[in-house]
Structures are given as structure tokens and as C-alpha cells.
């Protein structure tokens, strides 16, 4: 019944730019908060940047400044903007309902590639 479904990601070259849309569906998307969470090979999974169901938002130090993080509660629609691409964003990049990571429901992910 919850189904959350990433896209956007892509091959970029550094300096790039990417956006990515999680769309909800089969919860209550507008009373949620949202995240993206990435994760490369040999690292642990990090978080990327939150927006509460109120829109304040929070982000990864290593992405301020780069990424924006927004949604469109009339389209069930959690987006990540990702500007000025380093090869060290490149990993698969997932949506998540909620505030923790041990709680609620992740896509299946989509795979950013930054080339160097």
C-alpha cells in the first residue's frame, strides 16, 4: 500500500546538476516529514537532508549550500536539487518518511553518478 518511488538519478559530470522527485504514495504525505539519505559502497548510509511536514529544513554539512531539499504536498512529491556535483556525492540516494532512520518507510533508491 506505501509505495515510495524515486527518479532523476543519472551520470553527471562534476560541477553538474541533478534533481530528484520521490513520489508518496498510501500515507497521509502532507503530515510527514521527508528525507533523502544516500549511501556509497564501503560507507555507511547518511543523512542527506530532511524537510518536516511544516517545511523547515535541515541538511548534511558536506551539502549545504549545494542541495535543496523541498515538496509539493499537492503532488505527494519530496525533491532533492543537487547542484555543483562532486564526484564524492555519488551513491545511491534514497527517500525515507520520518525523522529516524530505524522508522517508516524507504524507496528502493536511484544511483547518482558523479564523474570526475
Known amino acids: 500500500q506505501v509505495q515510495l518511488v524515486e527518479s532523476g538519478g543519472g551520470l553527471v559530470q562534476a560541477g553538474g546538476s541533478l534533481r530528484l522527485s520521490c513520489a508518496a504514495s498510501?500515507?497521509?504525505?502532507?503530515?510527514?516529514?521527508m528525507g533523502w539519505y544516500r549511501q556509497a559502497p564501503g560507507k555507511q548510509r547518511e543523512l542527506v537532508a530532511h524537510i518536516l511536514s511544516g517545511g523547515n529544513t535541515n541538511y548534511a554539512d558536506s551539502v549545504k549550500g549545494r542541495f535543496t531539499i523541498s515538496r509539493d504536498n499537492a503532488k505527494n512529491t519530496v525533491y532533492l536539487q543537487m547542484n555543483s556535483l562532486k564526484y564524492e556525492d555519488t551513491a545511491v540516494y534514497y527517500c525515507?518518511?520520518?525523522?529516524?532512520?530505524?522508522?517508516?518507510?524507504w524507496g528502493q533508491g536511484t544511483q547518482v553518478t558523479v564523474s570526475s
Open positions: 498510501g500515507i497521509i504525505f502532507s503530515i510527514h516529514a
Open positions: 525515507h518518511t520520518g525523522l529516524w532512520e530505524t522508522t517508516g518507510y
